[in-house]
């Protein structure tokens, strides 16, 4: 099961950013403390690590690299915090996200962001496993790996950042195959020659830490070392170069490492042995590296180890991540044929990641009959309820979807995946009131959205209840975080036009201009070419020419979603 494959540019991407940032290590047995008083931070300050961070991550929604779903941002963030909570650092800025490429790998990039590829979290065999991964590459934030890089190579890391800008500009411009690989070429041998001189050390001293992270937060110490294991018997098996993974390309492997690895977890799981009962966690020492939480007394009761419902959680997820990264039409045959002649195979989390690829090939009342035996199985599951509601709404059983949106909406109130499903639900042929209902439903979640789609939808809401300004606001975010900047500021400017504004929309809008330029100006200065700057100048499709995933207005916008109506003017009230 692998996605078809528009462009280069992802994977290209991805390996590229794997290359040059995730500095990835290797085996010598000298561990480094946490901090050292690095002058690291000197070359990139903590805040501009952030602000590099999310610049990456827009750029990649901008090439459709990203899985933006709720359900799975949600839990795949849950995850992580769970184990940045019992690592070294737990105080700073830290976001997960799944890429959309089959290949098995991970990543993580400056001001803590952590990608975890599509592929990968489809080959694991449970949640341990994905966690170990994960903690792995916490381990190479918290010990400042990605710093030090920066700081080990200080002639070098504009070299980086140019080749990473110009991959990203080759693939976003709609060039052909071999752009990407002509921008790489001049760059990338002296960029893998780099990442080889500190592999071995970073490398084991992230395993190191990972392992007792995954400890901590209760989880099997040896999923690491037994993953990756795995991942170097398949290598062996293929013993072919093109059937190595990834994740052993960029992070590799030898007997020693895995050793060393199993004879740390092997001492973890001996230690705990002798804790006493009860909870491991210090209050006092959580005090003294956790920022204060209101209202918690028991700090200790914050984070229990993972029960098998978690693990039935996981299950799911890794098929929703399954069906959404790849091809629907193929997975509803793999599914179904399985499902008949394999052993084994009929579970509920393969039922659950087939009704999920019906719906996405349009077979939603097939879909509604996949979910209900589970739910009679499983009566309280949200995910399992909100898979039906959505299933009902494609069969076009609208009004019982409404009726379970709303159940699930008091059950949970702003949780984003039934917020944003129950939102899209009123909207598409809804009144003006439901259309109101469906803005009111995503206004609180904007405070801390970054997610293009929450913004679109609400864009879409608010106009069909009548309020275009808020509505062309929110388009110019969708734009912003869809990767296209210029897109955003031209939105903007053109709504601050209207002579209907009034004095607090006004400063809103005149806010945010002031915010992104900055940011379109230092493209513009640098040349940077994207899908909406294409030769460095501000440029816009018409909205009545309007065409693509990334195109946002009232009649077009991402993922083929089309309201059918008219297209959106922001100068018009």
């Known amino acids: 099961m692998t996605m078809t494959p528009r462009r280069p540019a992802p994977r290209l991407l991805t390996a590229l950013i794997c290359t040059a940032l995730a500095c990835t290590a290797g085996a010598q047995q000298d561990v480094r403390l946490p901090d050292l008083g690095s002058s690291a931070n000197a070359l990139i300050s ?57 290949e098995i790998n991970a990543f993580a990039a400056p001001g803590g962001y952590i990608a975890v590829n599509s592929g990968l979290i489809t080959i694991t065999r449970d949640e341990s496993e994905l966690a170990g991964v994960i903690a792995h590459e916490i381990g190479h934030i918290t010990q400042n790996h990605l710093q030090r890089a920066f700081e080990d190579s200080k002639k070098d890391a504009p070299l980086m950042a140019l080749v990473l800008l110009g991959a990203i500009a080759a693939g976003a411009g709609g060039h052909s195959g071999d752009a990407p690989m002509a921008v790489l070429a001049g760059g990338q041998g002296l960029i893998a020659q780099k990442s080889i001189n500190f592999t071995r050390k970073d490398e084991v001293e992230a395993d190191r830490v990972g392992i ?3 400890a901590n937060a209760g989880f099997d110490p040896n999923a690491m070392a037994n993953f990756f294991e795995r991942m170097e018997d398949a290598m062996s098996a293929g013993a072919g170069g093109e059937d190595v993974p990834a994740l052993l390309q960029s992070h590799p492997v030898t007997t020693m490492r ?34 204060p939480m209101m209202f918690v007394k028991d700090p200790s009761a914050l984070m229990p180890a993972p029960k098998n419902g978690g693990l039935a959680t996981y299950a799911l997820m890794r098929e929703r991540v399954r069906v959404l990264a790849g091809d629907a039409p193929k997975l ?21 990641g087939y009704a999920l690829a019906l719906m996405r090939s349009g077979r939603g009342a ?38 379970l949106y709303n159940a699930l909406n008091t059950q949970s109130p702003r949780n984003r995946a039934v917020a944003l499903a129950y939102a899209k639900a009123l909207t598409v042929e809804g009144d003006k009131g439901q259309a109101r ?41 969708a734009s912003y975080y869809s990767g296209r900047p210029f897109d955003a ?49 501000q440029q816009l499709q018409p909205r009545n020419d309007c065409s693509g995933r990334l195109c946002f207005g009232i009649g077009a916008g991402p993922a083929g979603m089309d309201s059918g109506a008219a297209p959106f003017d922001a100068t018009q009230p």
């Open 46 to 102: 903590p805040q501009e690590a952030q602000d590099y961070g999310a610049s990456m991550l827009r750029q990649m929604r901008a090439l459709d690299m990203v899985v933006d779903d709720p359900l799975l941002d949600d839990y795949i963030n849950d995850l992580g915090f769970r184990l940045v909570a019992h690592c070294d650092k737990p105080k700073d800025h830290y976001a997960f996200f799944i890429v959309k490429d089959p």
């Open 212 to 214: 007792q992270t995954l």
């Open 258 to 291: 895995i050793s060393d690895a199993k004879a740390r977890a092997g001492a973890l799981i001996a230690a705990q042995k002798l804790r006493p009962a009860g909870s491991a966690m210090d209050k006092l020492q959580w005090e003294k590296s956790t920022a």
């Open 332 to 352: 509803t045959i793999y599914y179904g044929s399985s499902l008949q002649h394999q052993r084994g195979f009929d579970t509920p989390a393969n039922r659950y």
């Open 366 to 403: 097939q879909a509604i009959d996949q979910l209900q035996p589970l739910l009679q199985s499983a009566p309280d599951s949200l995910i399992l309820k909100l898979a039906l509601a959505d299933a009902r709404l494609q069969a076009g059983q609208r009004a019982a979807a409404l009726a």
């Open 437 to 477: 209902l469906a803005a009111d439903l995503l206004r609180p979640l904007l405070d801390n959205a970054s997610e293009p789609e929450i913004y679109s939808t609400y864009a879409r809401a608010s106009d069909k209840a009548g309020d275009s300004v808020r509505a062309g606001e929110a388009f110019a975010d």
């Open 489 to 537: 500021m031209e939105q903007l400017k053109r709504l601050l036009k209207r002579d209907d504004l009034d004095y607090y929309a006004r400063v809103r809008i005149q806010a945010r201009i002031a915010e992104l330029t900055p940011l379109v100006l230092e493209l513009r200065k640098r040349k940077i070419q994207t899908e909406d700057n294409p030769d460095g100048k």
